[in-house]
């Protein structure tokens, strides 16, 4: 293969990262065994394993270099004799303000910090692909002899990446059937609530620990410092979450087109109906005209309509995709129109020769509203919502190419393959999402002339 060619396969970068990241454990296993149903520990002997990542002194330049805001960015927090503080000032968090309240015995919480580090945003970013929902990150830095956060369970599937020093972590059992895989995170829990521990065990720097959402835990420091990254997936990523998009467009469309959901509700119903009210020969009548108006709403769920209003969240919330540096030549980032330090203009236009890939999966998604339009990722900020979503509105004529080239990744096609008849058009289609970054080239653009 050509040394200029885009050999780069998102798809097996996503599989590969999360299996490295859970290493030892096989990846099928893991959601066979773990999984939102059972926690992981994962005991290495490398206690560098995950300093790739993060190490103290990055977190400190990251302070020094950066416009990091106490509460945006980073929490203070403690906790002793059962009650949680939060100490947050106003203003920027200084690196010396923060080490001054590390130095006393409080935690440091980073929230979001792909926002100042980009091997965080790369690690995110790739993961969304695997995962097809936003991937965020917390850093947590706790002193010696310290516990900065009270008992609690989260909404969240976490990964726990031991960078530096050891914790002890207590993990225990939702205290309720309807806590398993919450929807929403918890309060903080006293010690009295929740009972002997399911695992206790140190998690030692280059060590993984995985919690389903819903697991109750706490951890605190010994002898030494902890530095960790906390990796969170699939929040409000339900089934729940997908029928809240699919019924209220079923019930839409069934009002619209069937009759018996606009007919008027039985006279003095609520004479029989309700807390009120015991069972009746009135009451069992409705109860079976409710069921029998569901049973008809099932002949129009759309779940394909659903499944796009989910990606359009998703899309919204997500992490622009991080671009490798063996893909950036490739790339509108570092390909088409520019001066180079000899005054060179350098460029080279889309042709029909030219094979083209989505830059990720997940980076659009195309969705039938009032019109087509194409939603995008890859002009969204690191900051959650910073913006509102992105989105191209298309010509019906050119959804045909665009479900094409969607449905053909990771493979490249070039672009006189597109259905679409003019060929003026089909470049012109290219060069569009080219310059919203969408589309990557197998080979670099540029040339140069005078």
């Known amino acids: 293969m050509s040394d200029i060619e885009n050999d780069h396969d998102p798809v097996k970068d996503c599989h590969q990262l999360l299996k490295w990241m859970i290493y030892p454990m096989d990846v099928d296993n893991f959601f066979k065994q773990n999984w939102e149903k059972n926690p992981l520990y ?123 020093g050891e914790k002890r972590w207590k993990l225990y059992k939702p205290l309720k059937q309807n806590q398993y895989l ?21 998690v030692k720097a280059g060590d993984l620990l995985y919690l389903p959402r819903g697991t109750i835990h706490q951890a ?58 015991d069972s009746s020969c009135h009451k069992d009548a409705f109860k079976n005209n409710v069921k029998t108006l569901i049973t008809l709403l099932l002949d129009y769920i759309d779940i394909d ?36 330090i000899n005054g060179y203009k350098c460029y080279k236009e889309i042709k029909l020769s030219t094979r083209i890939r989505l830059l990720r999966l997940h980076c659009i998604r195309l969705i039938k509203e009032d019109v087509y339009k194409i939603y995008y990722s890859t002009d969204n900020s690191k900051e959650y919502h910073e913006y509102e979503p992105h989105f191209l509105e298309i010509d019906k004529e050119l959804v045909p190419a665009i479900k094409q080239i969607i449905t053909c990744y990771p493979d490249f096609i070039s672009v006189r393959e597109l259905r679409i008849k003019d060929d003026d058009i089909k470049i012109q289609v290219a060069k569009d999402l080219w310059e919203k970054n969408l589309i990557i080239t197998k080979v670099p653009l540029y040339t140069e002339f005078d």
């Open 42 to 164: 994962v005991n290495r002997e490398s206690h560098n394993f995950y300093k790739k990542l993060l190490t103290l002194h990055v977190l400190d330049d990251t302070l020094k270099n950066n416009n990091v805001l106490f509460t945006k960015h980073i929490d203070i927090t403690s906790y002793s004799n059962g009650v949680r503080e939060t100490h947050n000032p106003p203003g920027r968090a200084y690196s010396s303000v923060v080490w001054d309240y590390y130095r006393n015995k409080c935690s440091v919480r980073m929230l979001n910090p792909q926002i100042f580090m980009g091997k965080i945003h790369a690690l995110n970013a790739t993961l969304q692909e695997f995962f097809g929902c936003f991937v965020g990150a917390n850093i947590y830095l706790t002193p010696p002899n310290s516990q900065g956060f009270a008992p609690h369970y989260d909404d969240v599937e976490a990964f726990i990446l031991q960078v530096e």
């Open 182 to 202: 919450p929807r929403y995170s918890s309060k903080n829990f006293d010690q009295s609530e929740i009972g002997e521990p399911i695992m206790d065990t140190i």
């Open 220 to 277: 605190m420091t010994r002898n030494s410092h902890s530095l960790h990254i906390t990796v969170s997936v699939y929040q409000r990523n339900s089934w729940c979450n997908l029928l809240e998009k699919v019924l209220p467009q079923a019930l839409k469309q069934a009002t619209k087109n069937n009759v018996c959901f606009r007919e008027g509700l039985p006279l003095n119903y609520l004479k029989y109906v309700g807390e009120a009210y």
């Open 305 to 340: 309509n659903a499944a796009d209003l989910m990606a359009k969240g998703h899309i919204h919330d997500f992490l622009p995709p991080y671009v490798f540096k063996k893909e950036r030549r490739n790339t509108i980032l570092e390909d088409g129109e520019f001066l180079n």
